[in-house]
């Protein structure tokens, strides 16, 4: 217990020379919609080309308060300080962690990096590659335009160890190459010194579990993109470096992400250029006698005025009707296929009105089914004549 004081008097010496550590110099300039991570804070006063989101060193929420953010910040250089971390590591973390409670604390210069996460960029940085990712939209979709989530792979810094690969414990534990014995099996069944632990058995820093002691992690992104109208297959669109860096280039500035359109298959629609084209079933009543009848669009349904079936017609089209125009672009049209339904007949009362029509129909065959009435002039050649 007499001990105490004394580390509390040391402990309390180690962070007011923290505070004292040198103020890093950052120049931000991140132009993406989430924070691209930098290698380190500062390295020889020298000015930096991106900055990664203070928030996320810290481990704290954007709305935190300034207690928060100190008590965050402590516990951190506590655990980073080179004097109380051997891990080689460890200087460039405190320096991180250092850069970014400076910047939380500063509000000209919190306000600047945020300025500059909204779209500015430094003059000299590099670029990362550019990416193309398939988009596939109904037609209606990309008739109208939408709103899609797009998911992008990701790897960032394991929060676990704060990118370093490794994790050091407040106590011993047991090795894991070697169980915690101190030897492992060598070849022939002999016995040897464990060079994880040199034979001691435990370790007090081990590889971090979160990350496979890499130091990265996979993480899933989001994007919530606006899809403009009147898109066809394989157009583009393109998003300002939002292209995915991979582990590494941080200080690279993000390239662009180009999500190619392609168009999937409809239930009821081809595409033709710009024209949509819709097989209907109608009755063979209906197409018989003509009338009003209801179709399908890209934006509903709509009524036409079916006329009295041909046998040549070929098509109804509907002008303007198909997939939309853009800018000097006249959008499609809409032609309609009618395809004749025969019904099954159960009702004697049905039947009864075909007779009554068949019965019409034959009066005036020569007029009303020239083909029907050739038939019947065959017909009528060979029951009354010898066939020759």
């Not at 435990?202 to 002691?213: H, I, N, P």
């Not at 298959?265 to 079933?281: A, E, K, N, W």
Request: with cysteine; net charge positive.
């Amino acid at each position: 217990m007499d001990g105490l004081p004394m580390v509390a008097l040391r402990l309390a010496g180690l962070l007011r020379g923290i505070e004292r550590c040198h103020r890093p110099v950052i120049s931000l300039a991140v132009p993406c919609c989430h924070p691209l991570l930098a290698e380190y804070a500062c390295r020889d006063n020298k000015s930096m080309i991106t900055c990664e989101d203070p928030f996320v060193v810290l481990g704290v929420a954007r709305e935190a308060s300034r207690d928060e953010i100190r008590s965050a910040y402590r516990r951190l250089a506590m655990r980073w300080h080179p004097d109380r971390n051997p891990s080689p590591a460890a200087a460039a973390e405190f320096k991180r962690v250092h850069a970014a409670y400076e910047l939380l604390l500063d509000d000209e210069r919190l306000a600047t990096w945020r300025r500059a996460g909204q779209g500015g960029m430094t003059d000299g940085a590099a670029a990362g590659d550019d990416l193309v990712q398939s988009l596939t939209l109904t037609l209606e979709q990309a008739a109208a335009g939408c709103q899609r989530t797009v998911e992008l792979p990701h790897r960032v810094r394991c929060s676990s160890c704060a990118g370093s690969g490794r994790v050091r414990h407040n106590h011993s534990v047991p090795c894991p190459a070697c169980s915690g014995c101190g030897r492992v099996v060598r070849a022939g069944g002999k016995t040897g010194r464990c060079d994880t632990c040199a034979g001691r058995g435990y370790l007090r820093e081990t590889a971090c579990s979160d990350c496979a002691g890499s130091g990265w992690r996979d993480e899933a992104r989001t994007l919530e993109v606006t899809v403009p109208p009147a898109l066809l297959a394989g157009e583009r669109l393109r998003l300002a470096r939002q292209a995915p860096l991979p582990p590494g280039d941080e200080l690279k500035i993000a390239g662009d992400l180009y999500l190619e359109i392609s168009l999937a298959t409809h239930q009821l629609f081809v595409l033709d250029g710009l024209d949509l084209h819709c097989r209907i079933p109608v009755s063979i009543f209906r197409l018989l006698c003509g009338g009003r009848i209801e179709v399908p669009t890209l934006n509903g349904t709509t009524w036409i005025e079916l006329p009295p079936w041909s046998p040549t017609a070929d098509g109804h089209r509907l002008a303007g009707l198909g997939f939309p125009g853009k800018g000097k672009r006249a959008a499609g049209d809409l032609v309609l296929h009618p395809e004749a339904i025969h019904p099954r007949l159960a009702a004697r009362e049905d039947c009864q009105l075909l007779e009554l029509l068949d019965w019409r129909l034959a009066a005036d065959l020569e007029r009303r089914a020239p083909l029907l009435a050739d038939w019947q002039l065959q017909l009528r050649a060979r029951r009354d004549g010898p066939i020759a």
